[in-house]
Structure formats: structure tokens, C-alpha cells
């Protein structure tokens, strides 16, 4: 009964809901109050008179008020819930849940005046007692308010069964509290029509009294129309006011005689059940309401567990049971595998020790890490880093999630390409859950510790943790795991890979316990070695189920796909025809009227491409037609295996090649791994088609162990093990020699530096890359004596070296950069954007680049004299262009890569003027793949570059101008479609579809209805349409909270304002 009315009082701080209802208010009125004059009584009178006539033939229900305290002079009278009629059901002494009259009838019955009624009888008799013990009266009085008023305030809303008249028992009380039941209003009725005539005496005195309660609800109406009405006041200055009020007649009691002792609590009494219409009430779904407080109290006991480290779990693993529902309606997933379970309820997981899992692909590894993460957000209550390796699997994800977000009250924030903010936005109330690639991941973990919030991230999840031994991807990916195991003790560290070996270093490296499983949600791969029935392999799976043919060029997957669909039977073109001219007409309206020829010939067939050379739009738009069963072959590149989810009963091999590459390992588990995911397929086959000469190495491939994950944090010099030690000194985790040496020796190098290191120690490799970058004036060194014998050498970070880091920046162009941007201060052209463009061009992309002489010629020639200055300005002739065009020969030097550079520049900016891939892809015969990646490198590149410039104050001009180039080249569309493309999944074909059709901005798609769009926009799926109404959702969420944050913090005092101090001084 006691958690009824804890429900009570939560539910009356929801805000008030503008309806025209009339609330309960809590009165507590003393032994006294002041006597009215004569005309106000007759003018009561008369409209009680009034009333009496309609209320005429309602039966009467018998109320009685309840003593709250020993002291008669303390009585709460209440009427419920808003209803039309301004009543609830009131209890009777056998307790709120034992009998409820219908809220119509009157609720004092024949009882219109006060003289008449025996409970005031009882009341006088009671006080006439009471009246002998003047102090006991004073005693009880004043008790009886303060307790009353303090009750008021704390519940908010309060209905008091009958009980005994002259004794309170509090457990009654309460018991009685919890029966409430809700009424909803139904708006439109005349709300004063079948009320009391008791209570329709407030109206009157309300109309009199205007000026003090609101002229807005009686100013130029009548009488009558102000029933629909109510005043828009706050529970708790009802309260007040009532208080005030009762110290007033407090003071006043204690000097009145009998006879005014005996009136005024008529009168009191009379009021008190006539201002019971005074406050507003909220309404809301009762269902809704006991929802929230099951939630609340499943919480509650999360968090007790997890506080605990017992074994007493929650409803699902420690977490609410609404998380299981939300699993089993947005994902079909009713019961996790014997493996996950296992998993979750590991010692190490309940006492939040680093852990490091590893199973076969599609074992389902991603629900234990969102499990572990929703575990983070709503018990412990904090925010959680997910670092996962490609930008279209951050997408995905976040589309995924949004929905959990929204239902469970935390944000879902993407850290991708040119998005994310850094620091983050500091959150007061909900926790945020971060998805960032592995670059974006490093800056945020860098803001964080560099703002003195690093334990604030209570997890960190990494998926596809062996590409730590990849590159200079796997040296940031180091860097940001070693920064936090370096930094924060409470952060937990959760890696989870398919393909895992030297886990004893990994587990070393990470303090981390391990846990591996070969589960696998269907039966055992299937190998056949004939390589001449690919078609029949195709067909013996396709329409009715999906297959993926892995090639190992791009040219290749398309040749793969024309010769396949040459020897399908024309029964395949039937199979869900209408939904493939669909698909075509959307690839062309995306396409702006363009469409590959070999994707028009295969999709009538369920068959297309998928590599690198597609746009993100097509490849999104063929993903979504694969997934919903529409397309069901893919020919496609070992890129798709490290991509996003898509699944297939058979997984065919082409050759085992990656380009001229043989396959590693890794990358055959990869592969493979997408046959028969978990939760979606219950079998799976993988064919590898390999020749003769191959045999024996497919042998090995299959039968030896994966290859050894290896640090790269050395090999990757600029990008690694120097932009460790600028980040560390910058960020002022280590600052002298001797303890960045230490931090390295935690380190994944550091771990495997026997292995690695046969030439130089690591302490040589620690003093030489210092002393690089101190070459570099990226450091400067500052010598301690602390004695004759012993010196310490400290360093400090310089503003380019800030830059540097701040803009994440690879140490071997950051000077180069700088130098740049300084020229272009010279003589920086405005009149286009080209000038701009080519600053922020990435540098890395030049060495690919080969211009096509001819093309660069002619578009160098129709360049306008503006334009022209900016070549010049760099240094690159159109005579110089015209002989590379003609083949001859050149004496004068020219920096290549300047040359190249403004090419790719060229790319861009006509990119930029036309938004439309196809036809720069056709201009400059370069393929629309490469254009695309093209664009969303500089995107990524501008935005870093943006951050450079920040902490320069030399450069402060590009500030303005790169956060509008920034955003043009991320989004490359018109104008009015980039509110849309804010969304996770949206892209520009998608984008012109729901601005077509009228959805123009944040808020349209966070309102609108999922099963709309889907009659609206062509080829979208149900799940898509939620998915992107979730996202919306989410992302308005965050700016809406970002905004009142930023309110909050405006109006909050300083903590070093000079009054506040000197004041606080003064209570001290």
C-alpha cells in the first residue's frame, strides 16, 4: 500500500496538461478564520439557492472528512481526480478500494449548508471540548498546519477515507491513499452543471475575486462560460497560499470568541471543500503511469545489484524487463544462446573487470556487448564509447539503437567522418551512448581526458579488436586504449573479435580476463572444389534464398554478375518483378537520370554488384533492397565482410584472392562468417572455387590458426608512436622521459617489445622520438638539475604541436599544412570556393592520384580569371598543363604534388557547383566510387583542419569560412535538403523522397508516423521507416537538451562570483 502513495506523489510532479480540468489541492485549515461580512453571505446564499434548483434529484452520497491528528481543528477535505463534474469517487470508512460512487452525483446531497449537517455538529462538540485546554489547543493547532501544509507539498494530491473521528492511525492512512483511481476528462461538458451547490460557491467568489487569481479566466465572460476554465496554478503555491492563510486564521483564533470560533470553521469548512476546484490536476494513462513505476523500481534494483556484486540479478541480466521487451519487438530476439548467457553472468563481467570475447562471426557477439552497454546507461549511469571500424557500421548501429534511446531515456550520439563535437555535451540527467569510428574515438577520448572527464566513461566497447594489428588504424586504436587504461581506473574495457590470436598479449595489455566459444547457429561449413558449376551453385539457393559471391577485383564482381544472369532462366524475372522496377527507378532518381548499365541488366534478375565503385547512396539503396529480399545475389569485394549485416544461407568464394593478394585467414573467417547469421538464418554454407595450383595453400589456409595480431604503434612512426607522445605531453598524462618510458611499457608495443624490437631498445626509440618532434617545433625541452648527478628532462607541448593533436593532423604533413594555410593568408581568394578547397584537400589522397591530362586541361581553360589567380597563386600555369597535355617536354620545375593536389581540388569543386556524382564522375572519368570517397575525405579532412585553426590565432580567418565548407562538403546537396540529411541512414535520394513529400525538416520526420511513410516514400521498409523516425527523434532529443543546458548554465550563478562567496562566508 505504501508504494500507492509513492505513486501518488510522483505522479502529480508530471508537468500540468492544458485541458480544462479542475483538480484536488490538499486544505488544512485551523480552528478559525475570519468572519465574512453580511452581503458576501447573502450573495453565497443566493447562488446556493441557485444551485439547489439544478442539482435537484441527484442522490446523495454521504462524505465525511477524516481527522489527521488528535487535535479537531485539523481536517483535510478533498475532492479526486479532474473529471467533468469537478468530483472523483469519494471513499467511504470501509477504505478507497472497497466502494466508488459514480463522480455525477452530488456529494452532499440534500446538504447544501453547512448549520445542517451532523459532521459539523460532531465538529462543535468536539471543539467546545477542546476549547477547556486552551494550551493543548495552541499546541495542536499549530502542529496540525505545519504538518498538514508540509504533507501538502510533499504528495501534492491527497484523498482521506472516512476513519475514526477522533483518533488517527497513519498506517489507515496511507492504506487508504494508495486506492486512487483516475478520471479522465472528457473536454467540451459544462463542468459546472450537475456540480454542488457547496462547491459552485467558489465560482462566484472566484469571478469576485479576478484580480487575485488571474484576470485571464474571468475578463469579458460570462459566468457561465468561465466553467470551462481552470486556473493555471502550481500544486505547491496552492499550498502556500493555503498556508499563509492558515496562520493568519491561526493568530486570529486565539483572540476570537466562541461564537466566532464556532462560525469560522463553518465558514473554514465550507471554503475548504469549495477550494478543492482550485488547482489543475494532470491527467495521464493509468497504465502508463504503472508502467513507469514498475520501470523505476526494476531500475532501482539493477542498480543494487550491480552495487552489490551479488548474484542476484534483475529481471534481464540486471536490467529492466522492458529492455527484453524492446529486444524481442525491434529485433525478434526472444532467448539468447547458452554461450551469451554464460557470458554475461561471468565473475569478471559482474565486477566490472576488463574482458576480451571471442566467437566464430554471426555468434551473435554484438548482443552481449549491447546488453553490457544498456547495463552501463541506466544502472550504473554512465556514459559509454563504442569504437567500431567503418563509418556504415557506425550508421547502421546508430539507427539500431536510437529506438533503445528513445524508449529508455539515454542519448545514442555519432562520431563519424565530420560529426561529433568535441568536448561532448556535458549531459546533467540522461547519459550518452557514444559510436565513433577508431579515429573519432581517439579525439573524443583526447577531449575527455583533457577536459578532466574521462571518468565519467564508465565503459568502452571495441568490436573487430584484431585490427589493433592493422596499420595506422591499429596504432590510434592502441593509443586510445592504452590513454584510458592509463587514466581512468573505473573505465571497464569490453573487445570482442571473430578472428583473435595472441590473445595472452591482448589479455596483458588490457588486464583483461578472456572468453571464447566455437558456437555457431547452424552446421558446418560446406567445401566443395569444383570450379566450373558456379551457376548451378547460385541457383540451387537463389530466388527464394540469399547468396553472396565473393570476387576478388571490382571489375571482377561485375563481370561475375553479368555471366550469372546470362544463364538464369526467365522465371527469375518474375520473382517480385514489381519491387525490382522499384528498385531501378530509384537507383535512376538518385542517380539524377543516371544508371550503371550492368545493375539495369542484372537487377531484373535479384542480382547487382556491391564494391567501392558504388556511391552511398546506391549502395545503401541495393542494401536495403538485399535485406527485404528483393535483390538475392550480391557479387561483391572482401570489403562487404568487414562491413555492414548482410547475411546469406551460401557464401561462395569466386577464387581465394584478395586482388593479387592470397587470402589470409582473418579475412576467409570474415568472409565465411556471413553465412547463416545469428537470429536471422538457422543454416549456412560456404563454397570455396579455387584451381590446382592453389590446393595446397587453401589447405593451410583452412586448417592452420589464425595469424598473430601484432602492434603497429612503431611501424606507423608518424601516425603512431609520435602522435602517442605529443597527445601524452599535450594532454598532460606524461610530461618528463621518464615517465612517458613508463607509459609505453603498458603499452601493446610495450608488451611485445621482445618481439618487435631486434635492433634498438625501447628506451632509444622513446629518447629518439622525442627528440624528433622537438625538431620539429612540435615539443620543447626544458632540462631540471635536481643535482649534479641527476637531470630530468620535461617537456611542453608548442601551439603547432597543439594544433596538431587537437586536429588530429598526421605528423609528417603538419607542417606542410601549416605552411600552406599561412601562404594562403597572402593572397587568400574569396570570390569562389576553390582557394578554400584545395587548403582543405587531404594530402594523403595526392600520392594516388593520376590526372588525366586532357581533362585537366580543358577544365583548367574554363576556369574564370578569379580561379586563375588561385592556380597562380600556387604556382601551377595553364602553360605548364597544356604541354603535360601535349606530351612535351618540361624544364621548369613544378611541385608534383601541388599539381596533383589542385586536381583533386578541381574533383571538388565541381563536385560542389553540380552535386550530382554521376556527372563529375563522367567529367573527369574517374569512377563515382572514387568520387565519394573522394568527398568524404575532404569532409573528414576539412573538419580536422577546422580544429588546427582553432587553437592558431593567426589563422583565425578560416574559423568562419571552414565551418560552412565543412558542411557543404559533408552533406554536398542543396541547402534545403541538409536538415534531413542530419539523420542517420538519410542520404540525399532519401532525402529528396521525404522532402517531396512534405517532410522539410527535424521535426516533421521526429513526428512523423512510421506507417505513413511507408505509403508516402517508394521502397521503404517498415523497419527503415522507424528507424529513421528514431533517429530523428533522438537527434532532436539531443539539441533540445543541449539547449536548455546551455539555459541553465546561463542563468546559474558563478561558483567564483565575489557575492556568493562574501555570503557564504557571512552563514559560516
Same mark, same amino acid.
Given at each position: ?15 500540468? %496538461?492544458?485541458? /480544462? ?32 434548483? =439544478? ?85 495542536? #493547532? ?75 479566466? $474571468? ?18 503555491? !496552492? ?19 466562541? $461564537? ?125 564509447? $563504442? ?39 556535458? %549531459? ?45 588504424? @591499429?596504432?590510434?586504436?592502441? $593509443? ?37 566459444? *566455437? ?7 560446406? =567445401? +566443395? ?9 547460385? #541457383? ?11 570476387? /576478388? ?93 548482410? /547475411? ?21 573467417? *570474415? ?12 543454416? @549456412? ?85 622525442? %627528440? ?33 593533436? +587537437? ?15 599561412? =601562404? ?43 580561379? &586563375? ?5 600556387? @604556382? ?23 599539381? !596533383? ?91 529528396? &523522397? ?29 523497419? &527503415? ?44
Amino acid at each position: 500500500m505504501d508504494e500507492g502513495g509513492s505513486r501518488i506523489r510522483r505522479r502529480v510532479s508530471l508537468p500540468k %496538461r492544458k485541458r /480544462p480540468s479542475v483538480g484536488c489541492v490538499f486544505v488544512a485549515p485551523t480552528a478559525a478564520k475570519l468572519e465574512r461580512g453580511d452581503e458576501e453571505k447573502k450573495e453565497e446564499e443566493m447562488v446556493a439557492e441557485n444551485r439547489r434548483r =439544478k442539482t435537484a434529484g441527484v442522490i446523495p452520497v454521504e462524505v465525511q472528512p477524516c481527522l489527521l491528528s488528535d487535535s479537531p481543528d485539523c481536517l483535510v477535505l478533498g475532492s479526486g481526480d479532474t473529471n467533468p463534474d469537478l468530483l472523483r469517487h469519494m471513499p467511504t470508512d470501509r477504505g478507497m478500494g472497497d466502494q466508488h460512487n459514480d463522480s455525477e452525483e452530488d456529494m452532499f446531497g440534500d446538504y447544501d449548508s453547512f448549520t445542517e449537517n451532523s459532521f459539523i455538529a460532531q465538529a462543535d462538540d468536539l471543539e467546545q471540548k477542546y476549547m477547556q485546554l486552551p494550551e493543548h489547543q495552541k499546541h495542536a #493547532t499549530d502542529f496540525a498546519t505545519e504538518n498538514l501544509c508540509s504533507e501538502s507539498i510533499k504528495n501534492k494530491l491527497s484523498v482521506t477515507p472516512i476513519g475514526n473521528l477522533t483518533e488517527l492511525q497513519t498506517d489507515e492512512h496511507t492504506e487508504n491513499q494508495s486506492g486512487c483511481e483516475d478520471v479522465t476528462v472528457e473536454p467540451g461538458a459544462d463542468l459546472l452543471y450537475d456540480v454542488p451547490s457547496s462547491q459552485a460557491m467558489y465560482f462566484e467568489n472566484l469571478r469576485n475575486s479576478s484580480n487575485d487569481l488571474g484576470d485571464q479566466f $474571468m475578463k469579458k465572460r460570462d459566468w457561465k462560460s468561465s466553467s470551462h476554465n481552470t486556473v493555471n496554478e502550481k500544486l505547491p503555491h !496552492n499550498c502556500i497560499e493555503q498556508r499563509q492563510q492558515n496562520d493568519e486564521s491561526s493568530s486570529k483564533v486565539r483572540t476570537s470568541s466562541d $461564537m466566532n470560533r464556532r462560525t469560522s470553521i463553518k465558514d473554514h469548512l465550507k471554503s475548504a471543500m469549495t477550494g478543492n476546484a482550485k488547482a489543475q490536476t494532470p491527467v495521464f494513462s493509468r497504465s502508463k503511469q504503472l508502467k513507469e513505476t514498475l520501470l523505476s523500481k526494476e531500475i532501482n534494483v539493477a542498480k543494487k545489484t550491480i552495487e552489490s556484486s551479488s548474484n542476484d540479478l534483475g529481471p534481464f541480466y540486471s536490467l529492466p524487463s522492458k529492455v527484453r521487451d524492446l529486444y524481442v519487438q525491434l529485433k525478434g530476439i526472444e532467448k539468447l544462446y547458452e554461450w551469451q548467457h554464460t557470458c554475461l553472468t561471468l565473475k569478471s563481467v559482474q565486477e566490472r573487470k576488463n574482458l576480451i570475447y571471442s566467437l566464430p562471426t554471426s555468434g551473435g557477439k554484438t548482443l552481449v556487448a549491447e546488453i553490457l552497454m544498456l547495463q552501463e546507461l541506466l544502472c550504473s549511469r554512465k556514459d559509454v564509447l $563504442m569504437i567500431l571500424p567503418y563509418v556504415a557500421i557506425v550508421q547502421e548501429k546508430i539507427s539500431g539503437l536510437s529506438s533503445f534511446g528513445i524508449e529508455l531515456g539515454f542519448f545514442v550520439e555519432e562520431y563519424a567522418g565530420s560529426k561529433g563535437r568535441f568536448p561532448p555535451t556535458k %549531459r546533467r540527467e540522461k547519459k550518452s551512448l557514444y559510436i565513433a569510428t577508431i579515429e573519432k574515438g581517439h579525439s573524443l577520448v583526447n577531449s575527455l581526458i583533457e577536459t578532466g572527464r574521462i571518468d565519467s566513461l564508465g565503459l568502452v566497447v571495441v568490436d573487430e579488436l584484431h585490427m589493433i594489428g592493422e596499420g595506422s588504424r @591499429g596504432a590510434i586504436l592502441e $593509443m586510445t586504449l592504452a590513454k584510458i587504461l592509463y587514466t581512468s581506473k573505473t573505465t571497464q574495457i569490453i573487445g570482442m573479435s571473430a578472428t583473435l590470436n595472441s590473445v595472452e598479449d591482448l589479455q596483458k595489455f588490457l588486464q583483461a580476463e578472456y572468453y571464447t566459444s *566455437q558456437f555457431r547457429p547452424y552446421s558446418d561449413t560446406l =567445401k +566443395k572444389m569444383d570450379p566450373d558449376h558456379l551457376v548451378a551453385l547460385v #541457383t540451387e539457393v537463389i530466388p527464394n534464398y540469399s547468396c553472396l559471391v565473393f570476387c /576478388p577485383s571490382k571489375k571482377n564482381c561485375e563481370n561475375v554478375a553479368e555471366m550469372i544472369c546470362k544463364f538464369l532462366s526467365k522465371e527469375y524475372l518474375k520473382h517480385k518483378e514489381k519491387e525490382k522496377c522499384e528498385v531501378i527507378k530509384n537507383l535512376k532518381n538518385i542517380g539524377s537520370g543516371n544508371l550503371c548499365p550492368v545493375l539495369k541488366r542484372t537487377i531484373p534478375f535479384g542480382v547487382a554488384y556491391h564494391h567501392s565503385g558504388l556511391t552511398s547512396d546506391e549502395r545503401k539503396l541495393l542494401e536495403e533492397a538485399y535485406s527485404t529480399g528483393v535483390l538475392c545475389l550480391f557479387t561483391c569485394t572482401s570489403t562487404l565482410a568487414a562491413g555492414v549485416n548482410l /547475411p546469406a544461407r551460401r557464401v561462395i568464394l569466386r577464387a581465394p584472392y584478395v586482388a593479387m593478394e592470397f587470402l589470409k585467414r582473418n579475412q576467409y573467417k *570474415q568472409m565465411i562468417g556471413r553465412a547463416g547469421r545469428a537470429g536471422i538464418d538457422t543454416i @549456412g554454407e560456404s563454397i570455396l572455387i579455387l584451381q590446382e595450383k592453389d590446393k595446397q595453400q587453401v589447405l593451410e589456409l583452412i586448417t592452420r590458426p589464425l595469424e598473430n595480431c601484432y602492434s603497429h604503434l612503431f611501424q606507423e612512426f608518424t601516425k603512431g608512436i609520435q602522435t602517442l607522445f605529443l597527445s601524452l605531453i599535450g594532454l598532460k598524462i606524461a610530461t618528463n622521459l621518464d615517465d612517458i618510458y613508463h607509459f609505453m611499457n603498458g603499452t601493446f608495443f610495450g608488451v611485445q617489445q621482445k618481439i618487435l624490437l631486434k635492433e634498438k631498445s625501447l628506451w632509444e626509440i622513446t629518447v629518439e622520438s622525442l %627528440r624528433y618532434l622537438t625538431e620539429k617545433g612540435l615539443l620543447q625541452k626544458d632540462t631540471i638539475y635536481k643535482s649534479e648527478e641527476e637531470v630530468q628532462h620535461n617537456f611542453h607541448i608548442t601551439k603547432l604541436g597543439r594544433a596538431s593533436f +587537437k586536429g588530429t593532423i598526421d605528423l609528417a604533413y603538419c607542417d606542410i599544412l601549416y605552411r600552406d594555410l599561412k =601562404k594562403g593568408l597572402e593572397g587568400l581568394v574569396l570570390e569562389s570556393l576553390l582557394h578554400l578547397i584545395y587548403l582543405t584537400t587531404p594530402y594523403d589522397l595526392v600520392s594516388q592520384c593520376n590526372p588525366d591530362w586532357m581533362i585537366y586541361f580543358r577544365q583548367f581553360s574554363q576556369l574564370s580569371p578569379a580561379e &586563375q589567380n588561385v592556380a597562380a597563386i600556387l @604556382g601551377v600555369s595553364e602553360s605548364f598543363i597544356g604541354k603535360k597535355a601535349s606530351g612535351q617536354a618540361i624544364r621548369k620545375k613544378v611541385d608534383k604534388d601541388v599539381v !596533383n593536389r589542385l586536381y583533386l581540388s578541381f574533383v571538388l569543386y565541381s563536385l560542389l557547383k553540380e552535386t550530382n556524382i554521376w556527372t563529375v564522375s563522367e567529367k573527369f572519368n574517374m569512377p563515382r566510387g572514387y568520387v565519394q570517397n573522394l568527398l568524404t575525405g575532404a569532409a573528414s579532412f576539412s573538419s580536422c583542419v577546422l580544429h588546427f585553426c582553432e587553437e592558431l590565432e593567426e589563422f583565425w580567418v578560416y574559423r568562419a569560412l571552414l565551418v560552412e565548407l565543412t558542411k557543404k562538403l559533408t552533406y554536398c546537396v542543396k541547402a534545403e535538403l541538409i536538415p534531413l540529411m542530419e539523420v542517420t541512414g538519410v542520404l540525399e535520394g532519401r532525402a529528396k &523522397q521525404l522532402y517531396s513529400a512534405g517532410y522539410k525538416s527535424l521535426t516533421h520526420l521526429a513526428n512523423a508516423n512510421p506507417e505513413v511513410l511507408i505509403r508516402t516514400i517508394d521502397h521503404l521498409s517498415r523497419r &527503415q521507416a522507424k528507424q529513421i523516425v528514431s533517429s530523428a527523434k533522438m537527434l532532436l532529443h539531443e539539441k533540445a537538451e543541449a539547449l536548455q543546458e546551455e539555459v541553465e548554465e546561463l542563468l546559474r550563478l558563478p561558483s567564483d562570483f565575489p557575492g556568493a562567496v562574501a555570503s557564504s562566508t557571512d552563514e559560516a
